[in-house]
């Protein structure tokens, strides 16, 4: 059964700390991985995209890391602000489907304190 | 910031009520879809569209309908709400089909049925 599985549920820290977010994936084929970070009462906004080939990929204080082997992947948050206090969702997507299936995986919703 | 669309953006209604939900986008995007999320859980695909006069049902089924006359507009109809569908509703467009393509959210419509 394709699934993704994210941890911790939730975090809390301190602002300007760094945070490491994990995802977990079953999907088979796989084509791509996102994430996604979504802003209370918003939709979620994409922050990277990785194929199987790629192992990290960054966005400003974002950095995304793939293992395809392990089916792994996290996200790092580097000198934590204020308004990364959000949800992060990890969504993975198949290609064996005309649709090209995206597997949601429940968020870590991360708090940042001041 | 991506140009879609929807209205209203909270809406508390009495059961048996009908309700529609607006979902509009700029970008020219064939593919729309329509996703329900609980709080704390994953996102789940209730209708998607290839274009003009298609429509599909996804992965979860759902009691609403859609509809799709202009590219830019892709509805969600409930004929007769009951408070199990109360939940906050997710509209999304994407250029292209599949995983490889990024999907833009709205910023939800949260709906409470009385």
């Known amino acids: 059964k394709n699934q993704v599985e994210q941890s911790p549920q939730s975090l809390i820290i301190l602002e300007g700390k760094n945070c490491t977010l994990q995802c977990n994936y079953t999907v088979s084929p796989f084509s791509n991985l996102r994430w996604y970070k979504q802003d209370t009462g918003r939709g979620p906004v994409s922050l990277t995209i990785m194929t199987f080939s790629e192992n990290t990929k960054s966005n400003g204080r974002y950095t995304a890391t793939l293992d395809a082997d392990t089916k792994q992947s996290s996200l790092h948050i580097t000198a934590s602000q204020l308004s990364d206090s959000a949800s992060y969702i990890c969504v993975v997507s198949d290609r064996g489907s005309t649709l090209g299936r995206l597997y949601f995986g429940r968020g870590t919703q991360l708090t940042v304190w001041p | 910031e991506a140009d879609i669309y929807q209205t209203p953006r909270y809406l508390v209604i009495g059961t048996g009520k009908k309700i529609t939900l607006e979902c509009s986008q700029t970008m020219g995007h064939d593919k729309m879809y329509w996703y329900q999320q609980d709080p704390g859980m994953e996102l789940h695909l209730i209708h998607y569209?290839?274009?003009?006069?298609?429509?599909e049902k996804g992965d979860l089924s759902s009691e609403s309908t859609v509809s799709r006359i202009r590219t830019e507009h892709f509805p969600l109809t409930l004929e007769s709400a009951r408070p199990s569908h109360t939940s906050q509703y997710l509209c999304a467009s994407s250029e292209g089909q599949g995983g490889a393509y990024e999907q833009y959210f709205g910023p939800g419509t949260r709906l409470t049925v009385t």
């Open positions: 569209s290839y274009g003009v006069n298609s429509t």
